[in-house]
Structures are given as C-alpha cells and as structure tokens.
C-alpha cells in the first residue's frame, strides 16, 4: 500500500493525482451526486474490469511488449465459466479455477509463439484477438449469452465486505504499510545505511490510515467495501510484490530497459517474456470472470468494444511508458480511476457513448503530453548534472 | 621452473609468475575466413596488458573467445594454470571473468545499484524477496572502494554522463570479476576528464590483483596505462612491447606491418 502514496522520487503520479482531483472537482460541480458515497462505490464497481486488465497491461508495457488480445481472453474465460457451470454442472471453483486456466493456457501459447518466432507482441496478439474473438462467439453459440445462475460466481461483484469487516481490513492495511516501513528501516540501518528521519515515517504511516480510514467511512456508509474492490486491491499488492521485490520483477524491467544488456547480464529473456504472458492472461481471465459476474452471464460481446484499449489508455494515463521499462502496478488502478471517473461523470451528466469515447481519448493525448515533457524536462535536468 | 611466487605484486615480465588466463595457439575460423590463427595470448595478476590492433586484426575476436560469445576453434585456453572450455557467456563469469563492452550493456531505466546487480540479485534468506537493502550497502562500498566519482545510487542510470556510466560498467566488473577484467574500447566516447577517471579505475582493478586485458585504438590509453602490450595483425600474433622500453611509433609500425620488427622476445 505505500505505494499508493506518491514520493519524490516519482513526481509524475502527482500529476495524474491532480489531474484526478480535477476531473472530481468539474464533475461535483455539474452534478451534486457525483461525489455522493453512492457514486464512488458505482464508480470503483465500474472501473474494477477495466483496473484488473490494466494490471495485466503495466507488466507487458514494463517488459516493453504489449497485449491486444486480453479483452477476447477475458471473453474466452467468461464463456468457458458459463459453459462449465450452466452446462455441464460444475462446481463453482472448478469452472472459475477452469477459466483461468484456459487464460494462462492462451497467454503461454502468445508467449512461445512471440519468443520462438521473434515475432513483435503487437501482431501476434492482434492476430490472437481475431482468433479468440472467433472463438468466443462459437462458445457462447446462437444464443448471443449464457445466463450464470450460481450464487458465489454472482457474488463475487455484487457483495459488499460488512462495514465492522470493513474496518477491520483497513486496519490491516495501515498495518501493513506500517509494518513495511519498520522492516525497511530496520534493513537500512543495519546495512549502514542512511534512513530519513523517524517523524517522516510516522507522517507518511499517518497520511496512509488518513487515506485509507476516509475511504472505508466513504464506502461503509453506502453498502461497503465491494469484494470486488478487494479483489483488486489484492491481485495489485501481488503483482507490486512481484515487479518490486523480487529479481523475477527487477528482470522484466531491465528487458524493458535494454533487453540486449539484460540477455547479456544472464537473464533469461524468452522465459520471462512468456511467464509475464502467461500472467497477464491469466489475469485478464480473472477480469471475464468478474465481468461475467457483474452481466450474470457470459455474452459474445463481453470484452469487446473499447474495452482493452481503454486498459492500455489506463495502464499509459497512470504512468507507465509504452516504449517499456518504466511503470507501476498502481498507475493501473490510477488510470482506471481516471478513465472511470470520466465515462461515470459523462454518464451522470447523461452523456451518449460518443462523447464518452472522445473524451477518453482526449484525456490519453494529454496524460501522453504530459508525459513526453516530464521526460524532456528529466532529460534536460540529467545533462546538465 | 622457478617457484611460483603469488605475491609477485604484479608488474609484468616476471617470468615463471604462472598467468592467470593464457591462451595458447588460439584458432578461430568463421566459415573460409581465419579470424585467430595460432594467437597465443596472457595476463597476469595485477596485470595490465593492451591488446592492440587494426580493425580486423581479431581483437574483438579474441575478447569475445575470452568472454564466451564465441567458442575457439582450436587451441586452448588456461585460467590458473588449468586448461578450460568456455562456451558460454556463463562459462566465462563463472571462472571470474568480467567484459565491460564498448556499448556497456547497461540499463537506462535502472539505478545505479540494480546495474552492478543486474541478472545476479541478492536475496534475503529464505525469501524471494530482494535484499535490495544488502545490495545497495555492497554497491556503496564497491564504488567508494574504486573512489569511481558517482551521485546518489538510487537514480536512473539515464541521468549519468558518458564517464559516470563507464565508471559503473567498470564497477559492475570489479564486484564480480574475482579473476579477469576485459575492457573493450573503455575511453571511446569519453572526453579528456573522463578518460583520466578511467585509467585511474582501470589501474585500481589492477591494484586489486585482477588481471586486466584493455582493448584499444587509442596508442595514448595503451600507453597510460598498459604493464605490456600485445600487438595483433591479421589474425596472427604480431609483436609484444613494453611501454617503459618502446617508442609509440614501433608499435603503430607492427600494427599497420609497415615494418619487420616485432618486440616478441
């Protein structure tokens, strides 16, 4: 979690942090309900699809690749899911264990294609989208859907955690970064190594339960915390872990970085690439699984339309560059926000799909702008040192 | 034979000293064209030899049959005396053999830190996690230990000049390089400032009783800084100087073939 909190050295969140601040400001402004506990709790329902594929999307941009296909996975994995259970009457986690497994099978598929042919990610997961797309529409048949009726797969998007529940996981959070921080320090210190000053930790731990206890309060005084919300937030902290902490994660940037250095440093280039394929896959069949679970059902259209290109708007309008190597987990759940928050407003304000997509659009343009000077700007700064 | 003495201390010419990594009668052939014929090739510790020659003359080669690009052809190849088959890359780290390339191979977007560690991270004990924390302390020593003149660790490599990068492609090679160090054109792109700090971290490996093997054009860079100096022409052996005794002038002269003499005693 301490990663939502923006430090010096990555000033660019502050800008998508602003820019959010914004968008919330012109839209309250124009609609009383916007900011409504009501609306937010939609809002975070609405962009949880959209955040969990944009995940997936930070870690192919990272390792400087990238996936047009994920919104035909995540339509593969609802129909496998809806076949499973409403046709063949499998249990709950067998269909949902299924799904993601037809995912992760798709995504090592993409993944040792691109490695063993050096084919460019780009048009071999845009041949995937057509493929899994033609796929999708066969499973889900003449009918155009699949209706779920299982009460845990429809839970998994319509239940809120109990307030006292509520509570008790933000506690947990603030703890945690808590925690985190006290290990950090500890490590620093016993390495010889300089630690900023206690009362910064202490602020910082501060502003994360400030954060953290504004958000449940908002959300508990509607229904609560989605579990969906969770969900994410969950899936976000492991892949963090993953990217931050782990040489597995330190590997992808640096094939993001310089891939020739990171083949020279020993790195084994083609296993990673297609772990992380296999990984974004996966998750981007955990995405059909809670989309089909917000539709009760498995449509042909589930995962179609704008939707994964609004996950790379996402994954880019956080932060993450599209020419790999640099880029969180959580500017995926930033942009998410961001995209989610427009598309709510101009919903609120009754606005028809176009104006929407336009505005999407629009808002990647800048977030994309901003970025190329932030650059120029670290650029300028780099050489004059 | 004399009795091998380890702690000669360094400076070259000690005959009987037992080089670190020798190669002998070298041969490398890519399709019909002989790239290495017969090279025989050493360095000691605490030696600094120039490997020097035209374009073509097989320097990169040689570098790249040391550092396990490529596997020789014929020939062999000793590290402490034992003869060694080094067909890969990982081949030549695990016998303790470093290459700094010409293009350094490092990555932008990482800092300082995570370069010197790239592809060899530390973990913490019976954890996945990194011990980022274990490598940013080593990596601080290492560089104090070179006195290389870098900011803060924790920036992205991008934000470095031309000689601080070098300077960590150097360090990179100190923290792992427990045998030899091979530098392949190491003042190509660097200004006059820049290339002074390089001879000083070159002669510091050096000090540190690693065998050093710089490839270079420059007679100023072999001359600074070279204990012996080995002259390659055509594939072939052509000549071996040392720069206390010779005059830039002959070695230029066995380089280019323009002259008969060859300071191999």
């Known amino acids: 979690m301490r990663a939502l909190l923006p430090t010096a050295r990555n000033a660019s969140v502050y800008t998508v942090v602003i820019g959010l601040a914004i968008v919330w400001i012109v839209f309250q402004l124009l609609n009383d309900n916007y900011l409504s506990a009501r609306n937010l709790s939609n809002l975070l329902l609405q962009i949880a699809v959209l955040g969990t594929l944009a995940i997936g999307m930070v870690m192919v941009l990272v390792l400087g690749e990238i996936d047009l296909s994920v919104g035909a996975i995540a339509g593969v994995s609802a129909a496998t899911l809806a076949i499973l259970i409403t046709q063949q009457g499998a249990p709950a986690w067998v269909a949902i264990l299924a799904a993601l497994a037809v995912g992760a099978a798709i995504g090592l598929l993409h993944g040792t294609i691109i490695t063993a042919f050096g084919i460019p990610s780009f048009i071999l997961t845009l041949a995937g989208l057509l493929v899994w797309q033609g796929v999708q529409l066969a499973a889900v048949g003449d009918g155009g859907q699949i209706p779920i009726r299982d009460e845990f797969v429809r839970a998994i998007a319509s239940t809120y955690v109990t307030p006292a529940f509520g509570w008790v996981l933000a506690a947990l959070v603030v703890l945690g970064a808590a925690a985190v921080r006290v290990v950090t320090r500890r490590r620093r210190i016993r390495n010889g190594l300089d630690v900023p000053p206690v009362s910064n930790e202490v602020v910082a731990v501060a502003a994360t339960a400030v954060f953290v206890g504004v958000v449940t309060w908002v959300l508990n005084s509607y229904f609560g915390i989605p579990w969906v919300f969770v969900l994410v937030l969950a899936l976000m902290l492991g892949c963090t872990v993953l990217l931050g902490g782990t040489s597995f994660g330190r590997h992808m940037y640096a094939i993001g970085g310089n891939r020739e250095a990171a083949r020279r440093a020993g790195i084994r280039v083609k296993r990673t690439t297609i772990i992380v394929f296999v990984l974004i896959s996966a998750i981007a069949a955990l995405a059909g699984i809670i989309e089909a679970s917000r539709q009760f059902s498995a449509s042909n259209a589930l995962g179609g339309g704008t939707l994964q290109l609004n996950a790379i708007a996402a994954a880019v309008i956080g932060g993450t560059s599209l020419f790999g190597g640099r880029g969180r987990i959580y500017h995926a759940l930033l942009g998410a926000l961001v995209v989610g928050s427009v598309q709510n407003g101009l919903d609120l304000l009754g606005q028809p799909a176009a104006i929407k997509n336009i505005a999407t659009g629009v808002i990647l343009v800048i977030a994309v702008v901003v970025d190329a000077l932030g650059r120029r700007r670290r650029i300028a700064r780099g050489a004059t040192d | ?265």
């Open chain 2, 1 to 265: 034979m004399p009795a091998v003495t380890p702690e000669t201390g360094g400076r070259a010419f000690e005959p009987g000293l037992r080089p670190t990594l020798e190669l002998s009668r070298v041969t490398k052939r890519y399709g019909q064209v002989a790239a290495l014929t017969d090279v025989d090739f050493s360095v000691s510790a605490g030696e600094v030899v120039a490997l020097v020659g035209d374009n073509g003359a097989g320097k990169s080669t040689l570098v790249k049959a040391i550092a396990g690009t490529h596997r020789i052809d014929g020939g062999e190849i000793r590290v402490d005396g034992h003869p060694v088959s080094i067909g890969s890359p990982k081949d030549a780290t695990a016998l303790g053999i470093e290459t700094v390339y010409q293009d350094l191979a490092l990555c932008d977007n990482l800092d300082v830190t995570a370069n010197l560690f790239l592809g060899r991270e530390r973990r913490r004990a019976k954890s996945a996690l990194l011990d980022s924390e274990g490598m940013e302390s080593q990596a601080k020593a290492i560089i104090a230990d070179l006195a290389a003149h870098l900011p803060t660790l924790d920036k992205p490599v991008s934000a470095l000049s031309g000689g601080q990068r070098q300077a960590i492609a150097v360090s990179r090679a100190a923290l792992w390089g427990s045998r030899v160090v091979l530098l392949d054109e190491p003042t190509a792109a660097l200004g006059v400032a820049q290339t002074a700090m390089v001879y000083d971290l070159v002669r510091k490996l050096r000090d540190r009783g690693l065998a050093v093997v710089v490839i270079s054009h420059n007679m100023a860079d072999v001359f600074a800084v070279a204990d012996r100096i080995v002259v390659l022409r055509l594939g072939r052996n052509a000549g071996e100087f040392d720069p206390l005794t010779a005059r830039p002038d002959q070695v230029v002269a066995a380089i280019t073939g323009s002259d008969a003499i060859g300071g191999a005693a």
